[in-house]
């Protein structure tokens, strides 16, 4: 059983940065696919960032050169840093593990059995 709980949420300014981390319970950890999504508003849920067990990464274009993930196996945490952040960053942002093996598609919210609660990312102006 895989529990995540994420933090480093808030309030910012444009052009501002944070870093989410996720913290993960579960022997499944070091072996798991892990996500980062977030879901705005009215909107659906979007894939932000991924890293496979092998430490292969992958953003979304929307975030990318501005977003990475990394994860800390020792630690059992996956982390998201967001640099350079836009109103239209602001989402809640869920952590999720995919621990079925293989998966082509981690881009996929589909593809993850494990989710954390979400914390909440608000840029101002």
């Known amino acids: 059983q895989v529990q995540l709980v994420e933090s480093g949420g808030g309030l910012v300014q444009a052009g501002a940065s944070l870093k989410l981390s996720c913290a993960a319970s579960?022997?499944?950890?070091?072996?798991?696919?892990m996500g980062w999504f977030r879901q705005a508003p009215g909107k659906e849920r979007e894939f932000v960032a991924a890293i496979r067990s092998n430490g292969n990464t992958y953003v979304a274009d929307s975030v990318k050169g501005r977003f990475a993930i990394s994860r800390d196996n020792a630690k059992n945490t996956v982390n998201l840093q967001m640099n350079s952040l836009k109103p239209e960053d602001t989402a809640v942002y869920y952590c999720a593990a995919s621990t079925t093996g293989w998966v082509p598609s981690v881009w996929s919210a589909r593809v993850y059995d494990y989710w954390g609660q979400g914390t909440q990312v608000t840029v101002s102006s």
């Open positions: 579960g022997r499944t950890f070091s072996s798991a696919a």
